[in-house]
């Protein structure tokens, strides 16, 4: 990773911190952790080789906490907004993924923060990391699908997260 992105990804993160603890229709979303080696699946043997321990499946999902808002925007589209209250040390999000009926729509971190900038539909961070979410069109609401956030250390080993949701 870059070095002068991982400051940016660390001041977003804190950001996105201290904004989900101050949203009104906020939820913790448990969701699902996934640890993985490029796109390779990490097998349990291979986690407690490098771990030097087994992790069980508890602390495998408590590594990463999301909080998820449908409520209500003062938009035209839909939208929710995502925060992170925890991330495992060393990682960095690195990308987002909806994926619902149609094509997936995915992001990359920087790509997100470009969205922020320039505004329209998909995943968007703002300049400063302040607000961050996902907008789509109204015609997607109702939309049942998998929302995840893949996140990846200086080693190259990433862990994601992923939650099954209904579009608002």
């Known amino acids: 990773m870059n070095r002068r992105i ?3 990804v660390c001041l977003v993160a804190a950001s996105l911190l201290v904004l989900s603890a101050c949203g009104s229709n906020n939820e913790e979303e448990p969701g699902r952790a996934r640890a ?14 490098a771990a030097g321990t087994k992790l069980s499946r508890e602390e495998e999902e408590a590594q990463i906490l999301v909080v998820l808002d449908q409520g209500d925007m003062p938009i035209e ?9 925890r991330i495992p040390e060393g990682y960095a999000l690195q990308a987002m993924k909806w994926q619902g009926k149609g094509d997936p729509v995915v992001s990359t971190f920087e790509e997100a923060v470009e ?3 320039s505004g ?8 400063d990391g ?7 069109p109204n015609t997607q609401k109702g939309e049942q699908g998998e929302i995840s956030f893949s996140f990846a250390n200086d080693a190259g080993q990433e862990i994601s997260w992923t939650k099954s949701l209904t579009l608002r």
């Open 6 to 8: 991982l400051p940016a």
């Open 36 to 49: 993985s080696a490029g796109d390779a699946a990490v097998t349990d043997e291979s986690r407690e080789a």
């Open 77 to 85: 589209i839909g939208g929710l907004t995502f925060g992170f209250k």
């Open 115 to 117: 969205k922020g900038r």
């Open 120 to 127: 329209g539909e998909g995943f968007y961070i703002s300049g």
């Open 130 to 136: 302040q607000y961050s979410g996902f907008l789509y």
